[in-house]
Nanobody, 130 residues
Framework: QINVVESGGGSVQAGGSLRLTCVAS????????MAWFRQVPGKEREVVAT?????????TYADSVKGRFTISRDNAKLSLYLNISTLKPEDTAMYYC??????????????????????WGQGTQVTVSS
């Protein structure tokens, strides 16, 4: 089976930190691309950060989270993480873990930033109060 399960969301004050965890099944973790997305009701889902399976992972980030969010993975635990610091009220959203096996070839390498993600978790809610 291919599945991912998120955890770690919660309610925090602005300026605080959280660590989101996504535990993947072995088949899910074997996918080339892993990513975190977020969505606010009434708005389109947006990609927050991506990481690939190979080498240093080549992490990518949305401009709105650069310098505050860090994506990482632990091969031994089949887990994907999103460390979030300096939280802002506008970070309030449902955060989703997703995996996919179709990176896009761009700039001479395979990229996960615009990959198709086929498998999704149920999400974990992050709420930031001012």
């Amino acid at each position: 089976q291919i599945n991912v399960v998120e955890s770690g969301g919660g309610s925090v004050q602005a300026g605080g930190s959280l660590r989101l965890t996504c535990v993947a099944s072995p088949l899910a973790y074997a996918m080339y691309c892993m990513a975190w997305f977020r969505q606010v009701p009434g708005k389109e889902r947006e990609v927050v950060a991506t990481i690939e399976r190979e080498r240093d992972g080549h992490p990518t980030y949305a401009d709105s989270v650069k310098g505050r969010f860090t994506i990482s993975r632990d091969n031994a635990k089949l887990s994907l993480y999103l460390n979030i610091s300096t939280l802002k009220p506008e970070d309030t959203a449902m955060y989703y873990c997703a995996v996919g096996n179709t990176p896009v070839f761009s700039g001479g390498r395979w990229e996960c930033g615009q990959a198709e993600y086929n498998y999704w978790g149920q999400g974990t809610q992050v709420t930031v109060s001012s």
